[in-house]
């Protein structure tokens, strides 16, 4: 999954990461050298204890679109739970629920 990031960040495309991560995470993610890296391939990140938000529910989806001046139907949210799938398709968001398999994603993305 990580060189998918990091193929789609070099082709170009916007990526945002949106997750239900501890505001301690979120202060001290850049200590570590690899997720520094990994994170800087997104062009936003958005912390639910940071936002005040968590998925699946819709109001986290609409503050990263409102966040990102992004419209919902150009995104892809792509996920491993099936209920955060469903909270970002009642913002609009389509849906990609991953399985663990980065080969299959990829080739969705067609990258």
């Known amino acids: 999954m990580q060189n998918l990031i990091f193929d789609l960040h070099k082709a170009g495309k916007k990526l945002y990461l949106l997750s239900n991560i501890s505001t301690g995470f979120a202060k001290s993610y850049a200590e570590v050298e690899w997720i520094k890296e990994l994170f800087d391939c997104f062009d936003g990140l958005v912390f639910s204890a940071v936002a005040g938000k968590i998925k699946p529910n819709k109001d986290i989806f609409?503050?990263?679109?409102?966040?990102?001046?992004?419209?919902?139907?150009?995104?892809?949210?792509?996920?491993?739970?099936?209920?955060?799938?469903?909270?970002?398709?009642?913002?609009?968001?389509?849906?990609?629920?991953?399985?663990?398999?980065?080969?299959?994603?990829?080739?969705?993305?067609?990258?």
Do not use: V, W
């Open 62 to 111: 609409e503050h990263l679109l409102k966040t990102y001046n992004l419209k919902a139907e150009d995104c892809i949210f792509i996920d491993d739970s099936q209920k955060n799938i469903d909270g970002a398709k009642t913002a609009g968001i389509s849906g990609y629920l991953f399985d663990g398999d980065a080969i299959k994603l990829r080739e969705f993305l067609n990258i």
